[in-house]
């Protein structure tokens, strides 16, 4: 299935920050080949390392 990136937001971790042994994550808004729009959680490094960006397609299971 491909996706279309509409929105990404980092997580809120407060003033405590990301915790140990964790990384940093984002919810991130797509939309389906089918107009369905729904959020996943994704690792901030994932982004990045396969550079994607609002308005990047991108492919998952």
Not at 18 to 25: D, R, T
Not at 42 to 49: E, F, G, K, M
Request: net charge negative; charged share 25%.
């Amino acid at each position: 299935m491909q996706y279309t990136i509409l929105k990404i937001m980092e997580e809120d971790y407060g003033c405590e920050g990301i915790p140990e042994n964790e990384e940093l994550m984002c919810s991130v808004l797509v939309r389906d080949e089918n107009g369905c729009e729904k959020w996943l959680k994704l690792a901030d490094s994932y982004l990045t390392s396969h550079n994607l960006n609002i308005g990047s397609v991108f492919t998952s299971d």
